[in-house]
């Protein structure tokens, strides 16, 4: 298991994933935006070179913001999940976040699901 906090913003950003059934499970509380991208895209990108996982959930449901640097790392991660053809998929997120993936189209490339469950068994 792995927790991550952007240094200068803590309690802005916490991330935590492990493993379940072979899906990677990274829960996200707090705000998604330009200043703690890095610590979302560390949880969700593999490093140059190295074998991303090949399935994915991403909790949302502990985000109350998201701007369009949250956009950009689930898009380069869909992207990366699927060159090695795996999936990324988005479980619990709130009104507001989900009404942004919807109006810039992300809901259409990434699945969104109400509950992990429901994600982890689509």
């Known amino acids: 298991m792995s927790d991550n906090q952007k240094a200068d913003r803590p309690n ?5 994933s492990h493993v379940a059934d ?6 996200v509380r707090g705000e998604i935006d330009h ?20 399935r994915v959930v991403v909790d ?11 956009i950009n790392v689930f898009v380069a991660a869909h992207r990366q999940v699927s060159d090695v ?4 998929r988005i479980a619990g997120a709130q009104e507001s976040v ?10 259409a490339l990434i699945p969104c699901h109400p509950t992990i469950e429901q994600a982890l068994n689509a």
């Open 60 to 70: 949302l449901s502990g985000v109350t913001f998201m701007d369009s640097s949250g």
């Open 98 to 107: 989900l009404r942004l993936l919807h109006l810039v189209g992300i809901d």
């Open 35 to 54: 200043d703690v991208k890095d610590v979302l895209g560390e949880a969700l990108l593999s490093e140059e070179g190295a074998v991303p996982p090949l």
């Open 12 to 16: 802005r950003l916490f991330v935590e």
């Open 85 to 88: 053809q795996g999936w990324l």
């Open 22 to 27: 072979g899906v990677r499970v990274v829960t």
